[in-house]
Each structure stands twice: as C-alpha cells, then as structure tokens.
C-alpha cells in the first residue's frame, strides 16, 4: 500500500520532501501524519472494506490525503471534476460516500455525501496524531479504484483497478523512469485522467519528491523545481509550449513523458528543441496498463513492448496476422481488468479468450516492434484510400497556426467523400485562417475540402478528440459548399 511506503521513507528520512504545494514543502514525516488524520477521518463514516467513495476536490494535496487514506482503508475511490456531467450518475449510484466540495450534477444518489468544507479540513488536519496497528493489507484483487474510459467513440464504460493492478502499475513506473529518492516528478494531471494517481503513487513509493505548481507556466515551474519527469497529454504538451518565454533555456535531464494519443513527430521534435531532453511516448489503456513506448532513450517511429506484454495483430476474424501487414491490435499483460462494471455486453465484445481488444489498428514490426497506427473506428476512407486523422490535424494545425482544429469526412452533394475541417468559432475571425487551411490540405492532397464552423471541438477531460460527438457537429454545422 502507498500510505505504507510513505510511513517508511518517514521512519528512515522524516525530514525528506515528500510533496511540494505551490512552493510549501511537505516533509514525509508529515504526509506520513496527514495520512493518518484523513484515516480516521474517513473511517468515521463507517463505511466497511470493498466500499465505494466518490471524491471531489480541486485541491491536489488534499485530494492525494483522502485517496491515500480510502487506499488504506481498502476503499475503492473515483476521482471527480467539477465539470462532471449526467454520464456519472451511474457511478455516484453506486457510491457508498461522496465527498465533495462542489454539487454533484442533479440527480445524483450516493448513499452518504460530506461536503468539504475549510472548517472540516482544519478539524481533521488538528486531530492529534497516533501510531496506529498496521491495517491488513487488502487481497490483491480488491478495486482500489474506479477508472472510466475516454469515452472518445462512445459512452464512457467504468471499470475496476485492483490492488494487483495498481502495484503493477506503480513498478511500471518507477521500472521505466528510474524513480528513486533524487527524483523530482511534477504531477500535472488531474486525478480523474487514469493513470495520474499511479504516477504520484510511485513517486511517493519511491521515496521522491512530487511536484504541484499552479501560480506559473508550466516551463518556469519545470526549471524553479529542477523537474526529472513530467507527464503531459499531447494536446497539453503543445499548449505548454506555446507559453515557453523567449530566452528560456532547454532542460537537457527532463523527460517529458505523454500517453492518451499518438505524439505526432514535429510535435515531438519541438519538445525536445525547446523543453526537454527526451519525449517518452507510451501507449497503453485502464483495462491492460501500459503496452510499449519509445522515445526515451531513442526516438524511432515504432513502440518497443514492454515485458510481461503479448501482443497479436489480427484480422477480422481474429486470425494472427504476419509482421508488416495492418490489422486490429489484441494485447495480454499481467495487469489485465476483469471486466466492466454493469456492462456484460462491453466486457464481451473488447474482452475474448483472454485477450483484450483495445479498438485500434496497427502492424507489427517485429516481434517486440509495433507501428500504432490509431482507433479503427476514426480512420477516414476517401474513396478506398485510407488515413489516420492525427497526422494530418497535426499538419493543419502547424500551417494554419491555429490549435483548435479537427478533420472529419462526410458526403458532399454529389455523393463523393470529401474532407470536412472543423473549427471552432472563435478562431474564425482571423481573415486569413481559411486561406492557410487550404494551402496546407492542397498539400496533403486533397482537392476539395470543407471549412465547418463548430462551437467548440469535443474534448474528453483527458483532452482527446471525441471522434463521436465531433461527427455529430459537423453534420449539423455543415452549411459550407465544396470547395475546388
């Protein structure tokens, strides 16, 4: 359990910075105390081993004690966003606790619900503090945490992360990145994205020294605290360097680890200019953990799989496909999931003879080599020939100079597939972003194109395209004839 690698590090090096919050530095002799606090705290609510609680709280360090603490008590936790919408309704169903410091959206029924509240907060962080006997340690199959997926072709399914799960995961991370007691990790990620609880969790279980900083840019905050490791979801790292200051100075020891989408190669390459020393890569999802990476100690085009991982490309019907020919991707690992909650006809379909199917489509390159080439079901067919859109809203994106941006194809009035390149509204001002967009698709090819105005491009809390709903919009903004 994390909370007993933290009373470890605080028996062997009290003093050592486990934590720094906005420029305040938590020692592991006082998380070690925090942790305790919130322990009894939650215990009050009496809810028994195997529970549920739903968490939401907007303040990392205390969301960190309170997901600490349930770990310990063998609690499951959720972790929500202010922004939650009628999708979670099933999973606060289902909760034996909420505790939250905003409204759940209506129609909500946990079983218990604790507002959190400053006055709370400052009762439980002024209990006194005991040694308590050592808890038993959960069996290894216990759901430790509630994970729900992207979401990006569908509705969002929520799934179990055992104990297993989460010890595996946190080896993984520490195994890949060297984590030890000189590691400094910023921790960027909220914690409803999946695996940002098991990155902090192994940097605590390492001994190092988790990082949160919010009153600055993300460059300056990664030089004022000599950052080792970052994660970043792709379309954060380019948010992130749109705000790097001239003269500011590249981080040679920094990686910059990304996982939630495919970095497309400029993208890449600018990061390593400009920021860090190395991008790392990593493909994987909730169900199966992480699956390869590549880019840490080089940057070639295809992902390395990490041990303990089988992985087959096939084809329709589920005969292994030879390396160099493109199929749909089926993964094995020792951190399998056991299924969807609630959802039997899911688990069926992704979930067969002991091989998960992920939803994307890839080749195999080697026995240890694999080319992701994205989700089957956003690849855009042209009239037989077939893309990823990624690349090419990458190459838009860096042409028309404009982020929020995505491609889609529909039918023009003729009958014919033609690109349709989405855009939200406020960036339709710019009198010559029609021109740059068209230049560039001209570029990759296509002699026709539609520019459809949206409101917005549909994003996941992990900023991912929803492919689903941006078809949805595209359809119903599509007001644009075809251009020659």
Not at 356 to 373: A, H, W
Not at 398 to 426: I, M, N, Y
Request: with cysteine; net charge neutral; proline share 7%.
């Amino acid at each position: 359990m994390t909370a007993d690698y933290i009373a470890f590090h605080a028996q062997e090096r009290p003093d050592a910075v486990a934590y720094v919050d906005n420029g305040r530095a938590v020692s592991y002799g006082a998380i070690a105390r925090d942790v305790r606090r919130f322990t009894r705290a939650i215990r009050e609510f009496g809810i028994p081993a195997g529970g549920v609680v739903a968490v939401g709280c907007e303040q990392p360090y205390l969301h960190l004690l309170i997901l600490l603490a349930c770990e310990r008590l063998g609690l499951a936790t959720a972790s929500l966003t202010a922004r939650e919408e009628r999708s979670v309704l099933p999973l606060l169903d289902g909760a034996d606790l909420l505790i939250s410091e905003f409204p759940p959206p209506p129609g909500a029924r946990p079983r218990l619900r604790h507002e959190i509240t400053q006055s709370w907060v400052d009762r439980v962080l002024g209990l006194p503090d005991a040694d308590e006997a050592a808890l038993p340690l959960p069996p290894a199959e216990s759901p430790l945490r509630i994970l729900r997926t992207s979401g990006t072709t569908g509705t969002s399914k929520r799934l179990h992360l055992t104990r297993r799960m989460l010890d595996f995961w946190t080896h993984r991370w520490i195994w890949l990145y060297g984590l030890g007691v000189r590691s400094r990790v910023m921790a960027a990620l909220p914690f409803a994205i999946g695996g940002a609880y098991a990155q902090v969790c192994a940097c605590l279980r390492a001994g190092g020294t988790v990082v949160r900083e919010n009153r600055m840019e993300v460059p300056q905050a990664l030089r004022l605290h000599s950052i080792d490791l970052v994660v970043l979801l792709p379309v954060f790292l380019r948010d992130v360097l749109g705000t790097i200051p001239a003269g500011f100075e590249r981080q040679g020891p920094l990686v910059v680890a990304t996982f939630g989408g495919a970095i497309q190669p400029g993208l890449r390459a600018e990061a390593v200019a400009r920021l860090c020393g190395a991008v790392s890569d990593m493909y994987g999802c909730n169900e199966v953990g992480f699956i390869g990476s590549n880019g840490l100690h080089r940057a070639g085009s295809y992902l390395d799989v990490w041990p303990g991982v089988a992985i087959e490309v096939t084809d329709d019907q589920d005969r292994p496909l030879p390396p160099g020919q493109l199929g749909r991707i089926r993964v094995r690992t020792e951190s399998m999931f056991a299924g969807y909650i609630d959802d039997p006809d899911a688990t069926r379909r992704m979930l067969r003879d002991g091989w998960f199917y992920p939803g994307d489509v890839g080749v195999l390159r080697g026995p240890r080599s694999l080319e992701l080439l994205g989700r089957g079901d956003d690849i855009l067919n042209f009239d037989g020939h077939k893309l990823m859109p990624e690349p090419l809203e990458e190459m838009i994106r860096k042409s028309a100079g404009h982020p929020e941006l995505a491609v889609g194809a529909a039918l023009d009035a003729d009958g014919a597939t033609v690109l349709c390149v989405a855009v939200a509204e406020q960036g339709i001002a710019d009198a010559g972003l029609e021109a740059r967009i068209s230049s560039a698709v001209s570029r990759a090819g296509f002699r026709k194109f539609e520019l459809v105005r949206v409101p917005g491009i549909p994003r996941n809390v992990a900023g991912k395209i929803q492919r689903h709903l941006l078809k949805a919009e595209i359809a119903a903004a599509r007001q644009i004839p075809p251009r020659e």
